[in-house]
Every structure is written in C-alpha cells, then in structure tokens.
C-alpha cells in the first residue's frame, strides 16, 4: 500500500517533500554559503524567502537547495513534529 508523501511548510505556504530532507541549517557558515552560490550556477537552488532575509537552507538528495525565512529550529520542530504524530501509539 502506497502512503502518502509527509510535507513539512517551510513558510509561506511552501512545502518540501520530509522523506527527501538531508538537512536543515542555517545560511551563515562559508561552506553553506559556498552550496548556495554552487546550487545557483548549476539551476539547483529554489528561493522560497519572497524576497525575506534567509534563514535557513534545505539540502535535498535530490540535490537542490531551498532557501526559506524561517528559522531552521522552526522547521526542525515541523519536521519532528510529523513524525511524533505518525508515531503508532
């Protein structure tokens, strides 16, 4: 049986796939910032901050990055909060 894919909102209405998340940090370490501009040049990075200051970069296996406004502890506890629900009792 096929479940559904979980989706965790990385703000704005904007929703990333949970099962392709390698990781969630924030944008202000040089190597962060060195994917991002390596995600730019090769057409792989997805702005999701409509224009907002980045606070934190989605690393995906697919490898695409997606930068959101939100705090990376914000989607951290959407994230964990998914699957404490999913958890069967």
Known sequence: MLSE???INIGFGNIVAA??????VAPD????KRIIQE???KGALIDATYG?????????D????VLSAVQPETVAH???TREDEEAPA
Do not use: E, K, Q, Y
Not at 29 to 32: G, R, T
Not at 52 to 60: E, N
């Open 39 to 41: 995600a730019r040049d």
């Open 19 to 24: 099962n392709r998340i390698i990781a969630i």
């Open 78 to 80: 959407r994230f964990t």
């Open 29 to 32: 370490s040089a190597p962060i």
């Open 62 to 65: 697919s490898g695409h990055v």
């Open 52 to 60: 907002r200051r980045t606070r934190a970069v989605v690393i995906t």
């Open 5 to 7: 894919p979980r989706l």
